[in-house]
Nanobody
Framework: QVQLVESGGGLVQSGGSLRLSCVAS????????IAWFRQAPGKEREGVSC????????YYADSVKGRFTISRDDAKNTVYLQMNSLKPEDTGVYYC?????????????????????WGQGTRVTVSS
């Protein structure tokens, strides 16, 4: 059974840090692109960061560049999102996703699409 499970969300003060994790099961994560999305209250879901393979440079939304870092440990089938210097506008539900099973995910400065497998989300709240 294909599954993505996020963890690491919580309540943090502005300027603080959180590290989100996403553990994949039921497939080999190394074969697929990965991405983090978020959805703030009352807003549409947006792409935060994505990575095709470890040897390629990741992409970040302008709003998180320099503060967030995406990484993957394919041996552990796990994706991470290190979030530093958090701001209240980073508040939302964060989702990890991969382009499993079709492997046609787009990961570029033009956007993220083709992500077909999703986790249930983990909530991040940044207080001012």
């Amino acid at each position: 059974q294909v599954q993505l499970v996020e963890s690491g969300g919580g309540l943090v003060q502005s300027g603080g840090s959180l590290r989100l994790s996403c553990v994949a099961s039921g497939f080999t994560l190394a074969r697929y692109a990965i991405a983090w999305f978020r959805q703030a209250p009352g807003k549409e879901r947006e792409g935060v960061s994505c990575m095709v393979r470890s040897v390629y440079s990741p992409y970040y939304a302008d709003s998180v560049k320099g503060r967030f870092t995406i990484s993957r440990d394919d041996a552990k089938n796990t994706v991470y999102l290190q979030m530093n210097s958090l701001k209240p506008e980073d508040t939302g539900v964060y989702y990890c996703a991969t382009d499993h099973p079709l492997g046609r995910g787009l990961c570029s400065s033009n956007g993220y699409s083709g992500y077909d497998s999703w986790g249930q989300g983990t909530r991040v709240t940044v207080s001012s």
